[in-house]
């Protein structure tokens, strides 16, 4: 409602028209919409947009801000749109605006799906512990995010000089590595956590390179990662691979 009732503002003057939707997206790594509040993953997101004025760049970085309001004093309290992201952030969703000067705005609000069965945040002593190893901050915040809702533990390393010297601190049930990396790569980093600790459970992943993803991905392989995926990672197949890993 309060959605709508914005886009009937921005036209008041001008009429238009307003379009309202609703529908169930995947959310993959790499998509600009993902965030810290938003990690990767099926979502119910409904959708109105507007053919009214607009916004600039400094006004959507605002608009879910609580008492910041685009409309003239004394026509708005400023609490509506922050307390709709706040309704939403509760509930482990996220809003986003889109839209420019004089070509109208789409916000969306983004709501976990659930299966039926699963069971989300459910973290517990006997949960396992994952070591997230990737140099690309937004990736490791991303998959986070992920692991967190999930119930799991995470630890973080941004390279595998800090993932090794990590695990020798505190061993952990999984550990989720980039291959391509500076200071010491994906691969040498399995080689080296193989090494000194021959049962540890490892995930490869590579989004590139210039031989491509593929080969880094089969080389990983040889190199004693038990499962290898080539991003964007489908949350699904990521969670599905870390149960069968615990079992």
Do not use: W
């Amino acid at each position: 409602m309060n959605f709508c009732t914005n886009a009937c503002h921005a036209m008041r003057e001008t009429g238009g028209r307003i379009t309202v939707g609703l529908d169930e997206v995947e959310l993959r790594f790499g998509e600009a919409v993902l965030g810290p509040d938003l990690p990767p993953g099926r979502y119910a997101c409904l959708s109105v947009s507007d053919t009214g004025c607009g916004m600039n760049e400094a006004e959507m970085e605002r608009i879910f801000e609580p008492y910041y309001s685009t409309r003239e004093p004394g026509e708005g309290t400023g609490l509506g749109l922050a307390m709709v992201a706040g309704i939403r952030r509760n509930h482990r969703g996220a809003c986003r605006v889109e839209g420019a000067p004089g070509r109208g705005a789409t916000f969306r609000g983004y709501l976990p799906l659930l299966a039926g069965k699963e069971t989300v945040g459910a973290g517990g002593p006997d949960m396992p512990r994952i070591l997230i190893v990737d140099d690309d901050e937004q990736v490791r915040t991303m998959l986070r995010a992920t692991l967190k809702l999930a119930g799991y533990e995470v630890e973080e390393a941004a390279d595998g000089r800090g993932a090794i010297a990590l695990y020798r601190r505190s061993p952990v049930d999984v550990v989720l590595a980039d291959i391509i990396m500076p200071e010491m790569e994906g691969i040498e980093t399995i080689l080296r956590l193989r090494r000194e600790h021959p049962d540890v459970k490892i995930i490869a992943m590579s989004g590139g390179g210039h031989i491509g993803p593929q080969s880094y991905l089969a080389s990983a392989r040889q190199c004693g990662a038990q499962v290898a995926f080539t991003k964007p990672i489908d949350r699904q197949e990521l969670l599905a691979a870390l149960r069968r890993m615990a079992a």
